[in-house]
């Protein structure tokens, strides 16, 4: 009871000093030598035992690592403070001393995640799977154990021990090492490397921050500024890079900005004004000799300087505005009694009738002296009296008519006619439009094959293919060598007929219109029906023969004959021992024999010419 006691203390001692440490306590096995396949106890795992003592079966050997507090003894039964591990069924009797683990030995890991204290306790058990679940509740599957207690630093050094009993041989080592990014002696000190706005550092073997170069402060989020731009009016965010405050600017920040409203002026701290020489107002904006700068007063008027507003203008009769802009009325200014008004800062005479100008000053000329012509009307316009006349005719009484065809409006040498109002093109071959400025391809959409080119017949305005030299037709569309594009296969070779035709001669083995077909077996009867091309065959006593239909040849008529007048130049060979086919067919009639010699000597005949 005290033993559980102080296992559960020691718990809560490791949970206390919980803080974010990682790490893994390691156990690599070597090799394990279990020769006779039997547990601790000296029993079989499997099998039985025979005349040597070796048991017939192996066992299945699986491993458990127990890691806990530091105590000593270590009890019998204990409790893994710290964490365990259960490997899956590995193998036999022996590992270790063959090619396993020789390139990646077994390494069962314990992770914990804790202040890890130092000293420690582990119990690496070798185990028996009898009942196929990696069960360690019978202790006669036991095969091996092995404790230790002591102290350990995390490191990559493996410490290495064995085992030795009357029954196997064990090898196995440890280490504890820390995580990625934790560091110390107890895996306590967390240090990542980064490069960002919350740090700028390395990790040293220790786990202490290294800062980049231009960076100093704990994190490492200091940027490093020289003296010149902490002293003036700057800082930095990136190392050396100084950056000014408000109101400031210059490579180190000594140079102040004025008053973004302060047009001619300048400053000796951040946002004032102080104007330059012949300036003034709050902004710098007046200009103390604007009068004499830019004379602003229109139409006679006398500027006087304004401290305000840079100046005002006294205006002359007949003008106000700021600038003596604008125009106003006064007596006098329309003639012969015109009545004045002003509008927008411009002055407008009413004429009295008879009488026009911008100041009355025009005696007009009155309708009925004009002679509107071609349908004209009169019409008073701008307090003057015209004649308005309709479209296509100009001049003072609309006399004249308007040609349109003075511009040109035809192109492509259309010839232009004109009419009131408006103008007509007539347009030559191959254009249209009202200005005959569309052109019209007849080749459009008239597709010429093979490579042949659309052009327009010098005859009239009709599309002609031009073919290439080996087409010809309407569009181009026959080859002249009926080959063209003809491919025999296996061999073959495409010869030009007669009537714009094509043969394929084929290679032995092979027939078809294009030699596509692989030949069957020959045949040797006539009741294969070898002969083709409505051939007749005929059955002797040495093979058969095929008598040919008009224009086809070949021992089976497979091909077509040069010139259709010889129909039985197809006869290629008849029997030459007529004796011999008699004798060989007692059965053929007389009648039949004679037949044969007469076909005999008509092949051997038409052979000779």
């Known amino acids: 009871m005290s033993e559980l006691f102080a296992s559960a203390f020691l718990l809560l001692i490791v949970l206390a000093n919980q803080v974010s440490t990682t790490g893994v306590f390691e156990v690599k096995i070597q090799s394990l030598l279990n020769n006779r396949g039997q547990t601790s106890t000296g029993r079989c795992c499997s099998g039985s035992r025979d005349s040597s003592g070796t048991c017939s079966e192996q066992c299945r050997t699986f491993f458990y690592v127990c890691l806990l507090h530091f105590q000593t003894p270590i009890p019998k039964y204990h409790s893994c403070t710290f964490g365990s591990a259960l490997t899956p069924v590995l193998g036999g009797n022996t590992f270790g001393f063959g090619r396993e683990f020789q390139d990646a030995p077994l390494v069962v890991s314990v992770p914990f995640m804790f202040l890890w204290p ?59 090492i ?48 020289t003296d010149m731009c902490t002293k003036s009016h700057g800082f930095c965010d990136r190392p050396y890079e100084c950056r000014c405050r408000l109101g400031w600017r210059g490579m180190n920040c000594q140079e102040c900005i004025p008053f973004p409203s302060c047009l001619h002026g300048y400053c000796r701290d951040a946002w004032q004004c102080i104007c330059h020489e012949g300036w003034s107002g709050s902004f710098c904006s007046v200009d103390n000799k604007y009068c004499d700068h830019y004379k602003p007063c229109q139409h006679g008027g006398i500027c006087h300087y304004d401290s305000v507003s840079n100046y005002t203008c006294t205006c002359p009769s007949g003008f106000t505005g700021p600038s003596c802009e604008s125009e106003t009325c006064f007596r006098g200014f329309c003639l012969n009694n015109g009545e004045c008004s002003d509008s927008g800062g411009q002055r407008h005479c009413r004429c009295r009738r008879g009488f026009g100008g ?206 259709s007048d010889e129909p039985w130049n197809s006869i290629q060979s008849v029997p030459h021992n007529v004796k011999a086919l008699e004798k060989s067919s007692s059965s053929v009639p007389v009648y039949r024999t004679t037949l044969l010699l007469c076909l005999g000597v008509l092949a051997i005949l038409f052979s000779s010419r």
């Open 358 to 563: 911008r100041r009355c000053e025009h005696v007009e000329t009155m309708c009925g002296d004009l002679d509107c012509r071609n349908n004209a009307s009169c019409r008073r316009v701008d307090a003057e009296w015209m004649c308005l006349c309709p479209p296509g005719f100009t001049g003072l009484e609309c006399e004249s008519e308007i040609d349109e065809c003075e511009s040109s409006p035809c192109f492509n040498g259309g010839t232009c006619r004109d009419r009131i109002n408006g103008y007509h093109c007539e347009c030559h071959n191959g254009y249209l439009g009202r200005n005959c400025d569309i052109a019209l391809d007849p080749c459009l959409g008239f597709e010429c094959f093979n490579g042949g080119l659309c052009k327009i017949s010098s005859g009239g305005y009709t599309p002609v293919c031009h073919c290439q030299k080996d087409f010809i037709g309407y569009r181009c569309e026959t080859p002249l060598n009926p080959c063209l594009g003809i491919t025999c296969f296996h061999g073959g070779v495409c010869k030009k007929l007669e009537k714009n035709s094509f043969l394929c001669e084929c290679a032995p083995g092979f027939t078809g219109n294009i030699c596509q077909i692989k030949r069957k077996q020959i045949a040797s009867t006539c009741a294969d029906l070898p002969c083709q091309n409505g051939g007749d065959c005929k059955q002797y006593a040495d093979g058969f023969r095929c008598i040919c239909a008009p224009g086809y040849d070949g021992k089976t008529c497979e091909r077509q004959s040069m010139s």
């Open 118 to 176: 130092e000293s420690f306790g582990v119990v690496v058990e070798v185990w028996h799977d009898s009942d196929g679940n990696r069960s360690k509740t019978d202790p006669t599957n036991l095969i091996a154990r092995v404790s230790r207690v002591g102290k350990l630093l995390p490191s990559l050094t493996w410490q290495n021990h064995s085992r030795i009993s009357q029954t196997v041989e064990l090898r196995y080592s440890y280490r504890v």
């Open 178 to 225: 820390c995580d990625q990014f934790y560091y110390g002696a107890g895996c306590d000190i967390l240090c990542r490397e980064r490069d960002d706005r919350f740090g700028h550092y390395l990790c040293g073997g220790n786990g202490t921050r290294l800062c980049l170069s231009g960076w100093e402060g704990e994190f490492c989020d200091k940027a490093k500024c």
